[in-house]
């Protein structure tokens, strides 16, 4: 019952920026922790960026300084903010969470299908 959509992926050219977007919906008592990953073809899928429910945040070190992860509690949405956009940044971007359905619940991982980041050189 508890989904995860992402946005926003699409066509940029290098040193160009989007926004990513996922939003969590369904049957949701609290959300802990958000993460970005990414999976570019033939690699592994690594994470990019997370963010606890109190705000502290992590990046990859290929992303440090160009990408900066939110959420909004109150929309059960996570972004990922990502400038200076390098080709090798190209990949299918997968939102990942940590969410509980009730009070008692330890949590389940959930992700997304992927949004696809496409870096033009």
């Known amino acids: 019952q508890v989904q995860l959509v992402e946005s926003g992926g699409g066509l940029v050219q290098a040193g160009g920026s989007l926004r990513l977007s996922c939003a969590a919906s369904?049957?949701?008592?609290?959300?802990?922790?958000l993460n970005w990953y990414r999976q570019a073809p033939g690699k592994q899928r690594d994470l990019v960026a997370a963010?606890?429910?109190?705000?502290?945040?992590n990046y990859a070190d290929s992303v440090k300084g160009r990408f900066t992860i939110s959420r909004d509690n109150a929309k059960n949405t996570v972004y990922l903010q990502m400038n200076s956009l390098k080709p090798e940044d190209a990949a299918v971007y997968y939102c990942n969470a940590l969410i509980r359905v009730a009070p008692q619940d330890y949590g389940m991982d959930y992700w997304g299908k992927g949004t696809l980041v496409t870096v033009s050189s």
């Open positions: 369904g049957s949701i008592f609290s959300i802990d922790a």
């Open positions: 963010i606890t429910s109190g705000g502290s945040t």
